[in-house]
């Protein structure tokens, strides 16, 4: 981002793509649900890409990430395509896992999508231990995080970054905090509601930021990466942002626990939006070059349906498969 003009424009052209891309698979998956051919549950993105585009944006192949249910958004900005995500929603073959995982079991190791798990809490761990890996082997690679509000008053959060904040590991912690774990307002949950701060009680840096600013993100990670490649530890990164849809899709959206007021003032935050009149005020790209974007992924979200749709089930002969690997 600080870069010449260039670099300027082929960061704010990934970041549009990457957040209209995620918006525009969820949108999809969310019709699918409700026509009956997702298998499992779903839950959307919608609302938040500007976290997942803002942290991948800096990682690589070789750096693990670790996510959550809500993991679609993670995975298409570390380089899913959607046409193996939505097949893995409708079970197929060509999925990202083949069609055994769903929704929330996303894994590509060659990319370094380490996996998503409905479980909440584990990711913190596992990405605590990616990052102890590649401290012994000196890979300059980085752990990666992201977990909800709901998964901080778990255990495993104190665990994982006690845990990095003594070795001075190379891990990004990012809690997501929507507000609300299911439908459980973080307010109600916590004493203390500002999960940045907490950082404090390990030694370790805390940065809050406006999840539904794509570039803030941006910078956030890309000073706690600095500092993780360079050996001096960890960084808690809280992004402030809210989820536009049910918790799950077939779920309310609003009711006892939210009002409509509140989702449509939030709406009015869209990330997306946001960064397009950011792009525009900054002459990044024009007009036509942002309705171009849009066509595009348009086009391509349609393509992937259509390819899942029609890509095979799996063979009920390789179940035992990827369950544990033989020894040679």
């Not at 980085?142 to 998964?151: E, K």
């Not at 539904?212 to 942002?241: M, S, W």
Request: charged share 25%.
């Amino acid at each position: 981002m600080h870069g010449d003009s260039g670099d300027r424009f082929e960061l704010h052209r990934w970041l549009y793509r990457t957040m209209f891309t995620i918006r525009t698979v969820e949108e999809r998956l969310a019709r699918s649900f409700m026509a009956g051919l997702i298998h499992g549950a779903c839950h959307t993105y919608v609302g938040e890409e500007a976290v997942a585009t803002g942290v991948c944006a800096g990682l690589t192949d070789d750096d693990a990430v670790f996510s959550t249910h809500r993991g679609h958004g993670h995975a298409l900005a570390k380089g899913v395509s959607p046409a193996a995500l939505i097949a893995e929603l409708y079970g197929r073959e060509t999925g990202v896992s083949h069609g055994r995982g769903g929704s929330m079991h996303l894994f590509a190791p060659e990319i370094g999508l380490m996996g998503t798990s409905g479980i909440v809490g584990p990711c913190i761990l596992q990405a605590a231990g990616a990052g102890y890996s590649a401290k012994l082997l000196e890979s300059g690679r980085v752990g990666v995080a992201f977990f909800g509000d709901g998964a901080v008053g778990n255990g495993a959060f104190h665990e994982g970054l006690n845990l990095a904040a003594i070795y001075d590991l190379p891990v990004l912690f990012i809690c997501e905090n929507n507000l609300y774990a299911t439908e459980v307002p973080f307010s109600h949950a916590s004493r203390n509601p500002d999960v940045a701060s907490r950082a404090s009680g390990y030694g370790i840096p805390g940065v809050m930021v406006d999840g539904n600013d794509v570039l803030a993100v941006h910078e956030a990670a890309i000073e706690a990466l600095r500092r993780a490649r360079a050996g001096e530890g960890p960084t808690l990164i809280e992004a402030k942002t809210y989820r536009t849809r049910p918790h799950a899709e077939g779920m309310g959206l609003t009711g006892v626990y939210r009002t409509e007021e509140e989702v449509a003032e939030w709406r009015e935050k869209d990330p997306i939006s946001r960064f397009r009149r950011r792009i525009l005020s900054e002459e990044t790209m024009t007009e036509s070059d942002l309705d171009r974007i849009e066509s595009d992924i348009r086009n391509e979200v349609d393509e992937a349906e259509r390819e899942a749709a029609a890509a095979p089930w799996p063979d009920g002969g390789t179940a035992p498969s990827h369950v544990y690997r033989e020894t040679t």
